[in-house]
């Protein structure tokens, strides 16, 4: 779509929708490293004696997970915003 | 041309669908299945592979993103292997996800006529079983939208059940047994720490499958990649809320061999509206599954229909549903075949097997799909995932460490199924290089992949034979 035929009203309800997406995604992802460091915390703390031997395992990968999806999150977010107009996203 | 063979999929599904899709089929791993890591690895084993295989899934997720929202094709992981790989592993990886998710519904629909004889002891579990599988086959028979639209309530009501269970215990509505963890840390040491891998990826199994819905999607470059990740972060959520819940509810040695690990957790609850809640989830979670698995093994079906790897005669559409019905239908048979091997366990440790094969080729079409088109433009490549390819090879390492680690105990159903894919590679590459089909990279508006040999490449993968002249 050109940006002819973009209107300030489309404009304005098109970042609405952009920012409703973009809420759904971020309140989830707080959601998820809030539960991730509970459960985490929770069953290291319970097992200290055994864990500590090894614990950056779980330090590790819990922060590859939250720090890639957040990326993966981000980039989803920026190519919906670059296409939105474009493939017409929220007609 | 006839009626069917002229109609197409409808494009009109939304990112929820996407969602529904992919959570409705994995979220019965979190209600059954995944607690086979704490008989191999204890509490701490459960955890590590959680983590291990959320991490794989995560990547996986992002590569299917990238992948679905840019050929936009139904085959899913079937058309990227044969796209970007080649016919061999086109096939290889069409027929594992077919296999994958008719093992997968198949199983469902048992374990759904078997909580309905429990409830009712005068059903019996073989006729429900079939009226389960015949029912959700009318269901995307029908229609796509249809069909996704109840995955995405039963699926949402069986999520809601964990959230509201683990919140309860959590804020303390719950009396739990923090001592279970202490106790059940780590049975088999170091080496139960590794074995427990094996059944990491039951918190996640099918979640790429989301970005197969990709040709029925009215914007797919928008709904595939935000519907997977929301997926994929739903299904984190989850794995951690239901680790933690059955941890401090049932004693390691108990969760390890049990059948319905949450349904137990909230009966140890004695809290009869978590017990209702979750007996109720885990009614709907395998309802959702094998409505799910019906729709994506049809899907694959159908695209291996469409390129003549299969009989062309399962490509029709439907002329007034829109739906590929006779791949539907087909599910039908097979899935009744497989309910009734009296093997089902060794069906579900293929589906298992299926599934790491398509996590080692999933971030390898990636990578050769960067190679042979690296320009980021709206029609190739709409949503762009980070860090790539980097992290799709630790993709690649993590799921052959995880297959490596089915040594422990399944030693002859890796074997098996190296061999059934190895065959179905070599038969399928063979036959594939002395057809005619022609190249449909212009029909995708896509240019020709980059440089000489790449391009040379991208014809064999389609299938096109070379001669000197």
């Not at chain 2, 759904?112 to 029912?135: D, G, H, M």
């Not at chain 2, 809640?277 to 729709?295: E, F, K, P, R």
């Not at chain 2, 790539?388 to 680690?405: C, E, G, H, N």
């Not at chain 2, 089909?437 to 040999?453: H, I, Q, R």
Request: charged share 10%; hydrophobic share 50%; net charge negative.
């Amino acid at each position: 779509m050109s940006s002819a035929t973009i209107n300030p009203e489309m404009e304005s309800r098109y970042h609405s929708k952009l920012n409703g997406d973009s809420a759904l995604v971020a309140g989830m992802l707080v959601l998820l490293v809030s539960v991730e460091l509970f459960v985490i915390g929770k069953i290291l703390l319970a097992t200290w004696e055994i864990a500590s031997n090894f614990f950056y395992l779980y330090v590790i990968f819990f922060g590859l997970i939250i720090g890639v999806e957040t990326i993966g999150c981000l980039r989803v977010r920026d190519s919906i915003k670059k296409h939105m107009f474009e493939f017409t996203y929220y007609d | 041309m006839t009626e069917s063979e002229s109609a197409s999929l409808v494009k009109t599904l939304r990112p929820f669908h996407v969602w529904a899709l992919g959570v409705g089929i994995v979220l019965v791993g979190e209600y059954m299945g995944w607690n086979f890591t704490v008989a191999k690895g204890g509490v701490l084993g459960s955890l590590l592979a959680m983590l291990v295989a959320g991490t794989m899934y995560v990547i996986i997720s992002l590569c299917a993103s990238e992948l679905g929202s840019a050929t936009k094709l139904a085959g899913g992981p079937y058309d990227w292997a044969r796209l970007f790989i080649g016919p061999g592993a086109a096939a290889s990886v069409g027929l594992a996800v077919y296999m994958e998710y008719i093992a997968l519904e198949a199983a469902d629909a048992i374990v759904v006529a078997f909580i309905a004889s429990e409830v009712f002891p005068e059903l019996q579990v073989f006729p429900v079983t079939l009226l389960v599988i015949a029912l959700l086959t009318f269901i995307n028979y029908r229609g796509v939208v249809a069909a996704l639209t109840l995955n995405f309530v039963l699926t949402m009501i069986a999520f809601i059940a964990i959230v509201v269970f683990f919140f309860g215990t959590a804020f303390g509505v719950v009396d739990i047994h923090p001592e279970y963890l202490f106790q059940g840390a780590m049975p088999n040491g170091m080496i139960g720490l590794f074995a427990a891998l094996q059944f990491g990826p039951w918190f996640y199994l099918g979640i790429e499958g989301a970005a197969m819905c990709a040709e029925e999607c009215k914007h797919p470059s928008r709904a595939v990649p935000l519907g997977q990740q929301a997926g994929m972060i739903t299904l984190l959520i989850g794995a951690a809320m239901t680790l933690y819940l059955c941890a401090v509810l049932i004693p390691a040695d108990m969760l390890g061999v049990s059948v319905y690990p949450l349904f137990e957790a909230a009966q140890n609850s004695g809290i009869f509206i978590f017990i209702a809640l979750l007996g109720l989830g885990t009614l709907l979670t395998c309802l959702a599954s094998a409505n799910g698995c019906v729709c994506d093994s049809s899907r694959s079906w159908f695209a291996l229909s469409r390129d003549h790897y299969v009989s062309s005669w399962f490509s029709a559409v439907h002329p007034r549903y829109n739906t590929p019905y006779r791949a539907v239908i087909f599910t039908m048979p097979v899935a009744i075949g497989f309910a009734f091997s009296g093997f089902l366990d060794q069906v579900i440790t293929f589906s298992i097997v299926s599934g790491l094969l398509c996590y080692v080729l999933i971030p390898f079409a990636l990578i050769r799909f960067r190679n042979l088109f690296p320009e980021t433009t709206s029609k190739v490549r709409p949503f762009a995932g980070p860090l790539q390819p980097y992290i799709a090879y630790f993709a690649i390492v993590i799921a052959i460490t995880i297959l490596s680690t089915l040594f422990w105990g399944y030693k002859y159903n890796l074997i098996f199924g190296f061999v059934f894919y190895g065959v179905a590679y070599f038969y399928f590459n063979r036959k594939h290089k002395t057809s005619k089909a022609e190249n449909n990279w212009v029909e995708m508006g896509w240019p020709e992949p980059k440089g000489s040999e790449n391009a040379r490449i991208g014809k064999e993968v389609i299938g096109v034979e070379f001669s000197d002249d």
